[in-house]
């Protein structure tokens, strides 16, 4: 019971790890059959699966199925390999499931408009945990978001000097204002978040990078920032657009093989003059415009 209370503990620290379990023995082995270790994100361990050479080839797997959130299988052959002699008088086969221990995602979404309160509810079908944040209360209240973990109605900058966003978490920017959107983005991406999304057109989004950029800080800051945000599915409804950012967060969340788009089209536009970089976002026409209106 002591391993899944620690996993409990992980789970509500937002902290990550990674459970081994013995899933099949034959023979002599260093321990028993469901025997469990959990590898903490810091290394750190609790219980055991025998000690040795395999535990230490188990939490070297665990620490790449931390990384990457993919389950491993390990077969180890005590009867043939020399190299388990060291530390264990065995002579048996066994196989050891390796499985990621992940807190459930935690979503910050700025803004409790019509768009924000489809993508709560979405979120929250998704498995998502969701914080709302919102300086107006008639729409940041726990009646219209009843099932977040919490609603801050706050001027944004107090609501964003109480947060601390861990890597597993995401922010999703839909305020009702550019202002408020480029506030928020100030601070989104000096954070660790996982993803960070701005909804708004292209136009809007090199706007408000280049005051930032003008402001001091570093152009490569925005590479990881997801604007226009959701995919690209013709979205036009506030709950079609809660859809294609679900999608998004989903295909990060489940590192999906294809490529997602995002900020990185700013490295292109670095190298044009600011009015060629205007001119070419301008030309952009999509249903962003739209969603901004619905935020």
Request: proline share 4%; with cysteine; glycine share 6%.
């Amino acid at each position: 019971m002591e391993i899944y209370e620690e996993i409990v503990k992980l789970q509500r620290a937002g902290r990550r790890g990674a459970v081994a379990t013995i899933v099949s023995a034959r023979g002599s082995i260093p321990s028993f059959k469901s025997a469990k270790m959990l590898i903490r994100d810091d290394g750190s361990i609790a219980g055991t699966i025998g000690g040795g050479c395999v535990e230490a080839e188990v939490w070297q797997a665990a620490r790449e199925v931390i990384a990457t959130e993919k389950s491993r299988t390990l077969s180890f052959d005590l009867n043939q390999d020399p190299k388990y002699e060291t530390g264990l008088v065995c002579g048996g086969t066994l196989e050891i499931f390796v499985e990621p221990v992940l807190p459930a995602p935690l979503l910050y979404v700025f803004g409790a408009g019509h768009v924000s309160l489809e993508l709560y509810k979405a979120a929250r079908n998704a498995g998502f945990d969701v914080i709302v944040a919102d300086d107006r209360d008639l729409y940041a209240n726990a009646e219209r978001f009843p099932d977040a973990r919490e609603v801050i109605a706050e001027d944004f900058d107090k609501a964003l000097a109480a947060l601390s966003p861990s890597e597993s978490s995401y922010i999703a920017i839909a305020t009702r204002g550019h202002r408020d959107d480029m506030r928020v983005l100030r601070w989104a991406v000096q954070t660790p978040a996982r993803y960070v999304g701005m909804i708004g057109s292209k136009r809007k989004a090199i706007t408000v990078y280049r005051e930032l950029v003008r402001e001091g800080l570093q152009p490569a800051l925005f590479d990881r920032v997801y604007s226009p945000v959701g995919l690209d599915i013709g979205a036009i409804t506030p709950e079609e657009i809660a859809v294609s950012i679900m999608a998004e967060l989903i295909a990060l969340r489940r590192h999906a093989e294809c490529m997602l788009p995002h900020m990185s089209w700013f490295q292109s536009a670095r190298r044009l003059t600011p009015e060629d970089a205007e001119e070419a976002a301008t030309s952009v026409e999509s249903s962003c415009d739209s969603a901004e209106k619905l935020a």
